[in-house]
């Protein structure tokens, strides 16, 4: 079992940066793929980047390639969601998630959630 606590996040400006993490605990991390996900109000939870258990394999939503980075450091324990060029359509909570098999971007293959994190962005 993998439990997710996420921090950071919060307002930016349009253009500026923002990161999330995603602190795991549980012996499983290290072999864990991990997702990141948003869901603006009104709309449903959409796929936003991902990488494999080795740190390789990162895939991303066309909407944010370029612009959003995720890592982990499985010493540590942690995934991150580096943002940068951040748009107003960017507002979203964002959640981490774990147990995603790679090649998806399906938020029901998620084993496990973060509790979400507001990252809101002023135009």
């Known amino acids: 079992q993998v439990q997710l606590v996420q921090s950071g996040g919060g307002l930016a400006q349009a253009g500026g940066s923002l990161r999330v993490s995603c602190a795991a605990s549980g012996r499983t991390f290290s072999s864990t793929n991990m997702g990141w996900f948003r869901q603006a109000p009104g709309k449903e939870r959409e796929f936003v980047a991902a990488?494999?258990?080795?740190?390789?394999?990162?895939y991303y939503a066309d909407s944010v390639k370029g612009r959003f980075t995720i890592s982990r450091d499985n010493a540590k324990n942690t995934v991150t969601l580096q943002m940068d060029s951040l748009k107003p359509e960017d507002t979203a909570v964002y959640y981490c998630g774990a147990g995603l098999p790679h090649g998806s971007r399906w938020h029901g293959n998620i084993a496990y959630w973060g509790q979400g994190t507001q990252v809101t962005v002023s135009s």
């Open positions: 990488i494999a258990w080795s740190g390789g394999g990162t």
